[in-house]
């Protein structure tokens, strides 16, 4: 099954912006749910953003909404998280997943059956 590797977190001030990479190896994403899904330290594993690869279709928490915007390159097979105006609140380790085919439920973790290791975002007041 596919693999799944996060990169492009780091420190940033708020307000600032970064991108998110997520990229897929051992097959391509094809007919999968892919999403965004953040954790901080206490805290239980929340949804972010998700996108039907094929379709394209994309839904965001109401967090991140105006702010964040999720895409992806097919070419590249790779996953990506778009966030602007960043807050403090934002600081956590943010995972990707996948799952296979579609869901209504693309906010729920225990839909998602692939995961990457995490990066780190941190944002500082």
């Known amino acids: 099954q596919v693999q799944l590797v996060e990169s492009g977190g780091g420190l940033v001030q708020a307000g600032g912006s970064l991108r998110l990479s997520c990229a897929a190896s051992?097959?391509?994403?094809?007919?999968?749910?892919v999403g965004w899904f953040r954790q901080a330290p206490g805290k239980e594993r929340e949804f972010v953003a998700a996108?039907?690869?094929?379709?394209?279709?994309?839904y965001y928490a109401n967090s991140v909404k105006g702010r964040s915007t999720i895409s992806r390159d097919n070419a590249k097979n790779t996953l990506y998280l778009q966030m602007n105006s960043l807050k403090p609140e934002d600081t956590a380790v943010y995972y990707c997943?996948?799952?296979?085919?579609?869901?209504?439920?693309?906010?729920?973790?225990?839909?998602?059956?692939?995961w990457g290791q995490g990066t780190q975002v941190t944002v500082s007041s």
């Open positions: 997943a996948a799952r296979r085919g579609y869901t209504i439920y693309y906010s729920r973790v225990s839909e998602y059956d692939v």
């Open positions: 051992g097959r391509t994403f094809g007919r999968n749910t």
């Open positions: 996108i039907n690869w094929t379709g394209g279709n994309t």
